[in-house]
């Protein structure tokens, strides 16, 4: 039967620094940038491009090559407090977690993602270059969110696959 992705289940979407030797981080150093605000997350392939290559003397394209489009992963987290700012943005966090101050500039930085369905589908994504904007409708009825905008990029380390689906619900049968 096959496996529908359906949904985040309830530890949501992952993030982990990749070490400085872009290997695996640990199972430890993943954690949520807060709760996935509901239906804003998307992970989307764009399309890509064919560039021929063109001769004269021919009436087809000598070679085709097909360009992929960027994998990209988007997703709202609705915590917006100084403590996910500071996860998200970097500057500096008080020691009571009380105040975040935002950084000179915000630049964008290198992380490893995971989440799972609840369906039991598992997604890895072993280096993503992550951008985080701040989007917060001051008036009434107003939310704040931090919007999350990660690029899927090829991994630095041997051996670190780029992304996987991994169905967790499958249990190996001897012998088969």
Same mark, same amino acid.
């Given at each position: 039967m096959?496996?529908?992705?359906?949904? @985040?289940? =309830? *530890?949501?979407?992952l993030i982990a620094a990749i070490p400085a030797d872009g290997s695996v981080p640990a199972e430890n150093a993943y954690a949520a940038l807060g709760k996935t605000y509901k239906d804003t997350a998307t992970l989307e392939t764009a399309e890509g491009e064919t560039v021929a290559c063109e001769c004269e003397e021919m009436d087809e394209p000598e070679d085709e090559i097909y360009i992929p489009g960027a994998t990209t992963l988007k997703f709202s987290t609705s915590d917006l407090d100084p403590e996910t700012c500071?996860?998200?943005?970097?500057?500096? @966090?008080? =020691? *009571?977690?009380?105040?975040?101050?935002?950084?000179?500039?915000?630049?964008?930085?290198e992380v490893a993602v995971k989440f799972t369905t609840k369906s039991g589908l598992e997604v890895a994504i072993g280096r993503a270059k992550m951008s985080t904007r701040l989007n917060w409708a001051i008036k009434r009825n107003g939310y704040g969110l931090l919007e999350h905008?990660?690029?899927?990029?090829?991994?630095?380390a041997a051996g670190v696959k780029k992304m996987s689906v991994t169905d967790t619900t499958v249990v190996n049968q001897p012998g088969a």
């Amino acid at each position: 039967m096959v496996k529908k992705a359906i949904g @985040l289940n =309830e *530890d949501g979407i992952l993030i982990a620094a990749i070490p400085a030797d872009g290997s695996v981080p640990a199972e430890n150093a993943y954690a949520a940038l807060g709760k996935t605000y509901k239906d804003t997350a998307t992970l989307e392939t764009a399309e890509g491009e064919t560039v021929a290559c063109e001769c004269e003397e021919m009436d087809e394209p000598e070679d085709e090559i097909y360009i992929p489009g960027a994998t990209t992963l988007k997703f709202s987290t609705s915590d917006l407090d100084p403590e996910t700012c500071y996860k998200a943005f970097g500057g500096t @966090l008080s =020691e *009571d977690k009380k105040t975040w101050d935002a950084p000179q500039s915000f630049t964008s930085k290198e992380v490893a993602v995971k989440f799972t369905t609840k369906s039991g589908l598992e997604v890895a994504i072993g280096r993503a270059k992550m951008s985080t904007r701040l989007n917060w409708a001051i008036k009434r009825n107003g939310y704040g969110l931090l919007e999350h905008s990660l690029t899927v990029l090829t991994p630095k380390a041997a051996g670190v696959k780029k992304m996987s689906v991994t169905d967790t619900t499958v249990v190996n049968q001897p012998g088969a």
